[in-house]
C-alpha cells in the first residue's frame, strides 16, 4: 500500500503517528503497534510522532506520559536514555482542542452536526439495533444557529455534564451504528493534565482522532481491527472539513488514511489496561512493572532486551487475521538474542555443600575459562575451585530414576572444567533432609581429561567455592496466569480467578562465582544450565545481587 502510494506520488514523505492514551502503561500488543508505526516510516524514509491522545481528562496523568515517552525510547531506541526516536515529533492532541472547536462550529454551520439535548439512555434507544434502523432525534432539525448558541455556551461552561453533546447528522438508518450521528463532543467538568480548566467540553475518540491525524499531516494512520467499523466515520468527518480551510493536507484533496491490522493476543497473559490496572491495584503483582507483567516496563525489567522484543513483533507479522500468540514464541525470542550476547556463569540456585575429603587443606586452584562459548571476544573469567563448594540440590538424588546422570550415593559425576567426583557420604539433619555430600576427586580427571581404563562420566555439574561465592537473591517467574485465556471459563468471566499463586519464587540463598561480584544493574547472562538472568534494575546493587531469570535455557513447557 506505501509503495504504491509513494509510486503514485500520492504522498512524498511517509508520516506514521504512534497515538495511545496516557491511561496507563504500555504492553506489548503496544510494541506491536510502535513496532509497525516506527518500522514502516524507518523503511520508507519517513517520519513517525509520538501523539498522546489526550483527550479524556477524567483517566490521565502525567506518570503515564513518562513511562511511555522512556517505553517507546527503549524499544525503538535501544535504551530508555536514548535519544527520541520521534526526532522532536511530540505531540498531544490536547494541543487541536481550538482545532476541534472551530471542526465543530463548522460542521454545525454546514448542518452536518447538531446539539442534541436528549439523555445518554435516550440517544441509546433511539439509536437501534444491528437489525432495526435508529429513530431521528427531536432536536435533529434544530436551526443551526440556535445550535450554534447552545455550543458556545457549552464552551463557556453554561451546563452541567451530560445536559448537552454535539452530534454530528449521518444518517440514522445506515447499516453501520457508527454513522447513526454518533456523538462529537461532550461537557466534561474535570481538570486536565495539559490545559488545566480551559476546556469542559471535550471531543470524542472518533473526532479526534482523525483530526489530529490530518493536522499533523499523517499520511497512513494504521490502528487496530476494532476501529474498521469506524473508518466511513474516519473518512466522513475528513470529508466534511474538506472546504473549512481549516486543515492544509485536507484543503489539497490528500487526507490521511486509516488502515486496519489485527490485535496481539498473548497467552496466558492479559492485554488491556482496564485489566493491568486491576492486577496493580489489588496488588496481585507489585506494581506496574512487576517482571511478570506483559506491560515493556514489566518486559524490560524481567530481562528483555529491546532486540528481543523487535525480533519478536517482526516474526509474529502484521495482518488482518484473529491471532492468539503462545508465550513461548516471545520466549524463544529472548533465548535466540541472549544466547549470544549474554555471557555465561556458574549460579547455584538452591545450593548443597559438596566436600571433598581428599582435596588438600586449605588449598585453592584456579580454572580460567572462556565467558562465552563462541565469542572469544568476549575474554575469559577465573574460577577458584576449593575442596568445599556448593552444588545445585537438584543435581543430587538418592534414588535416581532410571537415565539419571547426575550425582548418586556412590556414583560419580564431572564438575565442569575441573574434577571428576564420587560421593561417598550422605549428610542430613535431623528433618532427614540432606546438608551435605561428602566426596571424593580423581586428581587424573583435570579440565575434561578421562585417564585410561576408566569408563567416561556421562554428567557434567556446575557449582561454584564456597570461599569465594558471593551470596545473592535470585528471583524466578513463571507465568502470571494458569489458563491460556484467563477468565474465559469462568462463568463471570473474572480472570484474577486464573492467577498463578506461584508465578514467583524468591531463592535467597543463592550463589553466584565471584566474577560477577560487582556488576551493575542491568546485566545479562547465562546461568550454564539454570537458565538466562539479569541483575534486577531496581534492588540490584554491587554488594547485594538481586538477580530475576529471564527465561529457562529450552522451552520446557511443553504441552
Ligand atoms: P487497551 O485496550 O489495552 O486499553 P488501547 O487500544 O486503549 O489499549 P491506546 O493507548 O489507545 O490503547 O493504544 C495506542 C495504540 O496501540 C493504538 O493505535 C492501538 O490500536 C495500539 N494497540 C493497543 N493494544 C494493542 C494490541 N493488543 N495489539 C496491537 N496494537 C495495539
Ligand atoms: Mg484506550
Ligand atoms: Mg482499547
Same mark, same amino acid.
Given at each position: 500500500?506505501?509503495?504504491?502510494?509513494?509510486?503514485?506520488?500520492?504522498?512524498?514523505?511517509?508520516?506514521?503517528?504512534?497515538? @495511545?492514551?496516557?491511561?496507563?502503561? =504500555?504492553?506489548?500488543?503496544?510494541?506491536?503497534?510502535?513496532?509497525?508505526?516506527?518500522?514502516?516510516?524507518?523503511?520508507?524514509?519517513?517520519?513517525?510522532?509520538?501523539?498522546?491522545?489526550?483527550?479524556?481528562?477524567?483517566?490521565?496523568?502525567?506518570?503515564?506520559?513518562?513511562?511511555?515517552?522512556?517505553?517507546?525510547?527503549?524499544?525503538?531506541?535501544?535504551?530508555?536514555?536514548?535519544?527520541?526516536?520521534?526526532?522532536?515529533?511530540?505531540?498531544?492532541?490536547?494541543?487541536?482542542?481550538?482545532?476541534?472547536?472551530?471542526?465543530?462550529?463548522?460542521?454545525?454551520?454546514?448542518?452536518?452536526?447538531?446539539?442534541?439535548?436528549?439523555?445518554?439512555?435516550?440517544?441509546?434507544?433511539?439509536?437501534?439495533?444491528?437489525?432495526?434502523?435508529?429513530?431521528?432525534? @427531536?432536536?435533529?432539525?434544530?436551526?443551526?444557529?440556535?445550535?450554534?448558541?447552545?455550543?458556545?455556551?457549552?464552551?463557556?461552561?453554561?451546563?452541567?455534564?451530560?445536559?448537552?453533546?454535539?452530534?454530528?447528522?449521518?444518517?440514522?438508518?445506515?447499516?453501520?451504528?457508527?454513522?447513526?450521528?454518533?456523538?462529537?463532543?461532550?461537557?466534561?467538568?474535570?481538570?486536565?493534565?495539559?490545559?488545566?480548566?480551559?476546556?469542559?467540553?471535550?471531543?470524542?475518540?472518533?473526532?479526534?482522532?482523525?483530526?489530529?491525524?490530518?493536522?499533523?499531516?499523517?499520511?497512513?494512520?494504521?490502528?487496530?481491527?476494532?476501529?474498521?467499523?469506524?473508518?466511513?466515520?474516519?473518512?466522513?468527518?475528513?470529508?466534511?472539513?474538506?472546504?473549512?480551510?481549516?486543515?492544509?493536507?485536507?484543503?489539497?484533496?490528500?487526507?490521511?488514511?486509516?488502515?486496519?491490522?489485527?490485535?496481539?493476543?498473548?497467552?496466558?497473559?492479559?492485554?488491556?489496561?482496564?485489566?493491568?490496572?486491576? =492486577?496493580?491495584?489489588?496488588?496481585?503483582?507489585?506494581?506496574?512493572?512487576?517482571?511478570?507483567?506483559?506491560?515493556?516496563?514489566?518486559?524490560?525489567?524481567?530481562?528483555?532486551?529491546?532486540?528481543?522484543?523487535?525480533?519478536?513483533?517482526?516474526?509474529?507479522?502484521?495482518?488482518?487475521?484473529?491471532?492468539?500468540?503462545?508465550?513461548?514464541?516471545?520466549?524463544?525470542?529472548?533465548?535466540?538474542? =541472549?544466547?549470544?550476547?549474554?555471557?555465561?556463569?556458574?549460579?547455584?540456585?538452591?545450593?548443597?555443600?559438596?566436600?571433598?575429603?581428599?582435596?588438600?587443606?586449605?588449598?585453592?586452584?584456579?580454572?580460567?575459562?572462556?565467558?562465552?562459548?563462541?565469542?572469544?571476544?568476549?575474554?575469559?573469567?577465573?574460577?577458584?575451585?576449593?575442596?568445599?563448594?556448593?552444588?545445585?540440590?537438584?543435581?543430587?538424588?538418592?534414588?535416581?530414576?532410571?537415565?539419571?546422570?547426575?550425582?548418586?550415593?556412590?556414583?560419580?559425576?564431572?564438575?565442569?572444567?575441573?574434577?571428576?567426583?564420587?560421593?561417598?557420604?550422605?549428610?542430613?539433619?535431623?528433618?532427614?533432609?540432606?546438608?551435605?555430600?561428602?566426596?571424593?576427586?580423581?586428581?587424573?580427571?583435570?579440565?575434561?581429561?578421562?585417564?585410561?581404563?576408566?569408563?567416561?562420566?556421562?554428567?557434567?555439574?556446575?557449582?561454584?567455592?564456597?570461599?569465594?561465592?558471593?551470596?545473592?537473591?535470585?528471583?524466578?517467574?513463571?507465568? =502470571?496466569?494458569?489458563?491460556?485465556?484467563?477468565?474465559?471459563?469462568?462463568?463471570?468471566?473474572?480472570?484474577?480467578?486464573?492467577?498463578?499463586?506461584?508465578?514467583?519464587?524468591?531463592?535467597?540463598?543463592?550463589?553466584?562465582?565471584?566474577?560477577?561480584?560487582?556488576?551493575?544493574?542491568?546485566?545479562?547472562?547465562?546461568?550454564?544450565?539454570?537458565?538466562?538472568?539479569?541483575?534486577?534494575?531496581?534492588?540490584?546493587?554491587?554488594?547485594?545481587?538481586?538477580?530475576?531469570?529471564?527465561?529457562?535455557?529450552?522451552?520446557?513447557?511443553?504441552?
Amino acid at each position: 500500500m506505501i509503495e504504491r502510494d509513494l509510486a503514485e506520488k500520492k504522498h512524498s514523505l511517509v508520516r506514521t503517528r504512534f497515538p @495511545p492514551e496516557p491511561n496507563g502503561y =504500555l504492553h506489548i500488543g503496544h510494541a506491536k503497534s510502535i513496532c509497525l508505526n516506527f518500522g514502516v516510516a524507518k523503511e520508507y524514509g519517513g517520519r513517525t510522532n509520538m501523539r498522546f491522545d489526550d483527550t479524556n481528562p477524567v483517566k490521565e496523568d502525567e506518570e503515564y506520559v513518562r513511562s511511555i515517552l522512556k517505553d517507546v525510547r527503549w524499544l525503538v531506541g535501544g535504551s530508555v536514555d536514548s535519544a527520541d526516536p520521534w526526532d522532536g515529533n511530540t505531540r498531544y492532541a490536547s494541543d487541536y482542542f481550538e482545532t476541534f472547536y472551530e471542526a465543530a462550529i463548522h460542521l454545525i454551520k454546514k448542518g452536518k452536526a447538531y446539539v442534541e439535548e436528549l439523555t445518554a439512555e435516550e440517544i441509546r434507544q433511539y439509536r437501534g439495533t444491528l437489525t432495526e434502523p435508529g429513530k431521528e432525534s @427531536p432536536f435533529r432539525n434544530r436551526p443551526v444557529e440556535e445550535s450554534l448558541d447552545l455550543f458556545t455556551r457549552m464552551r463557556n461552561g453554561e451546563f452541567e455534564d451530560g445536559k448537552y453533546v454535539v452530534r454530528a447528522k449521518i444518517d440514522m438508518a445506515s447499516p453501520n451504528i457508527n454513522m447513526r450521528d454518533p456523538t462529537l463532543y461532550r461537557i466534561r467538568k474535570a481538570t486536565h493534565v495539559m490545559t488545566g480548566d480551559k476546556w469542559c467540553i471535550y471531543p470524542m475518540y472518533d473526532f479526534a482522532h482523525c483530526i489530529s491525524d490530518a493536522v499533523e499531516g499523517i499520511t497512513h494512520s494504521l490502528c487496530t481491527l476494532e476501529f474498521e467499523d469506524h473508518r466511513p466515520l474516519y473518512d466522513w468527518v475528513l470529508d466534511e472539513l474538506r472546504d473549512s480551510g481549516l486543515i492544509e493536507c485536507l484543503s489539497k484533496g490528500v487526507p490521511p488514511q486509516q488502515t486496519e491490522f489485527s490485535r496481539l493476543n498473548l497467552q496466558y497473559t492479559v492485554l488491556s489496561k482496564r485489566k493491568l490496572i486491576q =492486577l496493580v491495584e489489588g496488588k496481585h503483582v507489585h506494581g506496574w512493572s512487576d517482571p511478570r507483567m506483559p506491560t515493556i516496563s514489566g518486559i524490560r525489567r524481567r530481562g528483555y532486551t529491546p532486540e528481543a522484543l523487535r525480533l519478536f513483533c517482526e516474526r509474529i507479522g502484521i495482518s488482518k487475521a484473529d491471532n492468539n500468540i503462545d508465550m513461548s514464541v516471545l520466549e524463544d525470542c529472548a533465548r535466540e538474542v =541472549l544466547e549470544d550476547d549474554a555471557p555465561r556463569v556458574f549460579g547455584v540456585l538452591d545450593p548443597v555443600k559438596l566436600t571433598i575429603t581428599n582435596w588438600p587443606e586449605g588449598k585453592v586452584e584456579m580454572f580460567e575459562v572462556d565467558s562465552h562459548p563462541k565469542r572469544p571476544e568476549l575474554g575469559i573469567r577465573q574460577l577458584p575451585f576449593s575442596g568445599s563448594l556448593y552444588i545445585e540440590r537438584e543435581d543430587f538424588n538418592e534414588n535416581p530414576p532410571k537415565g539419571y546422570f547426575r550425582l548418586t550415593p556412590g556414583g560419580d559425576v564431572r564438575l565442569r572444567f575441573a574434577y571428576v567426583v564420587t560421593c561417598n557420604e550422605v549428610v542430613k539433619d535431623k528433618e532427614g533432609k540432606v546438608v551435605e555430600l561428602r566426596c571424593t576427586y580423581n586428581p587424573d580427571t583435570r579440565a575434561g581429561a578421562t585417564p585410561e581404563g576408566m569408563k567416561k562420566v556421562k554428567g557434567i555439574i556446575h557449582w561454584v567455592s564456597q570461599e569465594s561465592a558471593i551470596p545473592c537473591e535470585v528471583r524466578v517467574y513463571d507465568r =502470571l496466569f494458569n489458563a491460556a485465556a484467563p477468565g474465559k471459563e469462568h462463568e463471570d468471566g473474572d480472570f484474577l480467578k486464573d492467577l498463578n499463586p506461584d508465578s514467583l519464587k524468591i531463592m535467597k540463598g543463592a550463589f553466584v562465582e565471584p566474577s560477577v561480584k560487582d556488576c551493575e544493574a542491568g546485566k545479562h547472562f547465562q546461568f550454564e544450565r539454570m537458565g538466562y538472568f539479569v541483575t534486577d534494575t531496581e534492588d540490584s546493587k554491587p554488594g547485594s545481587l538481586v538477580f530475576n531469570r529471564v527465561v529457562t535455557l529450552r522451552d520446557n513447557w511443553a504441552s
